[in-house]
Each structure stands twice: as structure tokens, then as C-alpha cells.
């Protein structure tokens, strides 16, 4: 039976890019997989169709040959040293699905003390916008598992030693055949350790860890802001029978603030002014992060909305000596329940009132008149 074309058999162009053919190739080993298909011989023959097509594809020096004289390239070892000749399909299946789908399909290069560690642990850590500004220490209390100190977290019994796995003989690994191809996968028995605890610790049974409650002090560095995530190496849980701990993450949640509202390292509020200060002019003071003041100049004729910027008032950088910027939007507060007084000097102002004084609404009404005449 004559073979298929090897781009009808990926399903691709032959102007498909490499990862496009690799993409190809996943779907159809996914699809036909021995595991997935025991004993369907048809989903065999065509798993090993897909993995000889994306062997020869996958290769620019093998797929140049395959496409300058198709399949003869590979004939009787043809096509110099992009043939195939005696090639071990089973070991280039191996390599592939490592690659693609990591140990479960034929890995194993990983270390036996790997799947022993610890967990890693989040710690959820409320702190003020002050707080944030110039940084802080406390000490924070989890529930955890630390190192069992009778066994110093080998988990056999003080005196005694793991031996070797009985199914795996140490290796931490076991093969199993599924027709043509063989699967390596992680001991079941000893979880890829290649270890057995004959004489478990009576402390931990075994495991080399015991729950426990756990105080430490950390630092918060100034500058943090919401949703910052501290990494703590070593300080999660701790691994089993000797391995390596887990990593504590802190995620800093910063509360709003009743005056400043934060933008990155730059700080924004708002501030009322009389309609008098806004038309006069005034000198004010305002508020800053660090708990001291700082004194504005509201020049005569402030409209309401202008920001004013203070250079260095802002958020410090979490990396660096700098600092953000404070920004003051000043918002011109008009009076309510005006006193007789009060209200005979504004008709009064409205009545000599220039409307030059107020381009705003001169140009407004311009427009307006203009519209309608139109």
C-alpha cells in the first residue's frame, strides 16, 4: 500500500510553518495515542503514520529532501544524512512526547526529589497607604508543616535508612509497553523518590514533616502597592522525606484612603475652594502622604478642575531613591443657604458684573447664537 503524502497526513500546506506542523502533529498524537485507543490497531497504524510524517517535517534538511523527491528521499537509507536508514522510531517518539507532554509520556529526566516538595503558601497582608509609604515589619501567623526534628526529615526512625523501592528498584521510574511504544512513568509506590521507608519515624509516620503553627517577621519595603506579591524562598511547607520546602507569597492589599487616591508613585486629591478665594487668589495648605503640610499659591482667577503639581510628594519607587508626585485638582465650591447679606452682594455683583470677566461664557453664547442663527 502506497504511502500518503505527508502533509495530507498532518492535515497542513506544504508552505506550513514549523509551528504549525508541530501543532498539527499534538492534535493527532493527543488523538490516537495507544493509551487512549488500546487495542484499536487503526488508531496504532495512524499514530505511527503522524509521528513518521512530523520526524521527516520537523527536520528543514529531512523535509527539504521529502520535498524535493517525496518519499524515494528515504528509500533503502536514500537521502544522505536526512534518511531514515535503520532509524528507532520508538526512541524519536520518546524524545517528542517528552517534549510535548513531559514525563508522563516517556520523560523522567527530572529529579526523584522533585515531587517531594513542600507546597507553596499565600498569605494575604492588609497594610494602610501610610504603611505603604515608608514601609513596615510584623509578624505574621500560619499553619504550616516544618521538618519533623526526631527524624531531621528523612522520615525513617532515628537509626534506620530508606531502602529501595521494591517496584521501581530505586530508579524512581517505571516502563510499561502499550504495543510498539513504551511509556515511562513516575513510580507509583514511591512517587518518583526510588525510596521506601521500612521503619517510619514514629514522630511523622513516615512523611519527614508535621503540621505546625508558624510566627515569622517580615518586611514590607516601601512603595508596595495593591496587589503586590512577595516571594519568601523556602519559608512554605516543608517537603516530605527530605525534600526541598515550598515558597510563602505575600499578597499586599492596600486600603483606600479617605484624601489620597494613588496611581502608580503619584498621589491625586481633590480640594474645595470658595468661589471668592478661586476669583481673589489665596494662599492655602494641603495635606502630604508623609504626615507633614505643604502650602499652595491659588493664583486670582482659578477655575475649577486646575491641578496643581508638587514635585517629589507622591509614592516613593519600590526600586530607587525617587519619589511620585502629588497632584491637587482645585474645585470651586459655590455657597448654599446664603444669608440676606449674602445674597444682596451677589445681585449686586451680578449687576455690574463685566461679562468680560467670564471668557468661558461669552464664547459659550457666541457659539450658541451662532447655532441657532444657522
Not at 516517556?106 to 526523584?112: A, F, I, L, T
Not at 509578624?139 to 519533623?148: A, L, M, N, V
Not at 513510580?187 to 509516620?205: L, M, R, Y
Request: hydrophobic share 25%; charged share 25%.
Amino acid at each position: 500500500m502506497a504511502k500518503r503524502d505527508y502533509y495530507e497526513v498532518l492535515g497542513v500546506d506544504k508552505s506550513a510553518s514549523a509551528d504549525q506542523i508541530k501543532s498539527a502533529y499534538r492534535k493527532l498524537a493527543v488523538k490516537y495515542h495507544p493509551d487512549k485507543n488500546k487495542g484499536d490497531k487503526g488508531a496504532e497504524e495512524k499514530f505511527k503514520e503522524a509521528s513518521e510524517a512530523y520526524h521527516v517535517l520537523s527536520n528543514s534538511e529531512r523535509k527539504q529532501n521529502y520535498d524535493n523527491f517525496g518519499h524515494a528521499a528515504f528509500e533503502n537509507g536514500g537521502g544522505g544524512r536526512g534518511g531514515f536508514g535503520n532509524f528507532d522510531f520508538s526512541n524519536h517518539f520518546s524524545d517528542i512526547f517528552e517534549d510535548f507532554f513531559g514525563e508522563g509520556f516517556g520523560g523522567g529526566r527530572r529529579s526523584r526529589r522533585s515531587n517531594n516538595r513542600g507546597s507553596d503558601l499565600r498569605y494575604d497582608l492588609s497594610i494602610s497607604l501610610e504603611e505603604a509609604f515608608s514601609g513596615k515589619k510584623q509578624d505574621i501567623k500560619f499553619s504550616t508543616s516544618e521538618k519533623c526534628d526526631n527524624c531531621s526529615g528523612s522520615g525513617s526512625k532515628p537509626g534506620h535508612q530508606a531502602g529501595a523501592c521494591s517496584m521501581c528498584g530505586g530508579h524512581g521510574q517505571v516502563r510499561s509497553s502499550q504495543g510498539f511504544f513504551t511509556v515511562q512513568q513516575t513510580c507509583p509506590q514511591c512517587a518518583g523518590a526510588g525510596e521506601e521507608i521500612t521503619h517510619p519515624c514514629s514522630s511523622c509516620n513516615g512523611q519527614g514533616k508535621k503540621q505546625a503553627s508558624k510566627r515569622l517577621s517580615v518586611t514590607i519595603p516601601k512603595g508596595v502597592d495593591d496587589g503586590t506579591r512577595i516571594r519568601l524562598s523556602g519559608k512554605g511547607e516543608a517537603g516530605s522525606r527530605g525534600g526541598g520546602s515550598g515558597d510563602l507569597y505575600l499578597f499586599i492589599n492596600v486600603h483606600s484612603h479617605d484624601l489620597f487616591k494613588r496611581s502608580d508613585e503619584n498621589l491625586f486629591f481633590e480640594c474645595p475652594v470658595s468661589i471668592a478665594d478661586a476669583a481673589l487668589g489665596t494662599s492655602i495648605e494641603i495635606p502630604t502622604i508623609d504626615g507633614g503640610k505643604a502650602k499652595i499659591k491659588i493664583p486670582a482667577g482659578t477655575q475649577s478642575g486646575k491641578q496643581f503639581r508638587l514635585r517629589g510628594k507622591g509614592m516613593p519607587y519600590m526600586r530607587g531613591n525617587d519619589f511620585g508626585d502629588l497632584y491637587v485638582q482645585v474645585n470651586t465650591e459655590v455657597p448654599i443657604s446664603l444669608n440676606k447679606e449674602q445674597k444682596e452682594l451677589l445681585e449686586k455683583f451680578r449687576e455690574i458684573e463685566n461679562v468680560k470677566s467670564n471668557p468661558s461664557i461669552k464664547k459659550f453664547f457666541q457659539k450658541a447664537k451662532s447655532f441657532w442663527k444657522n
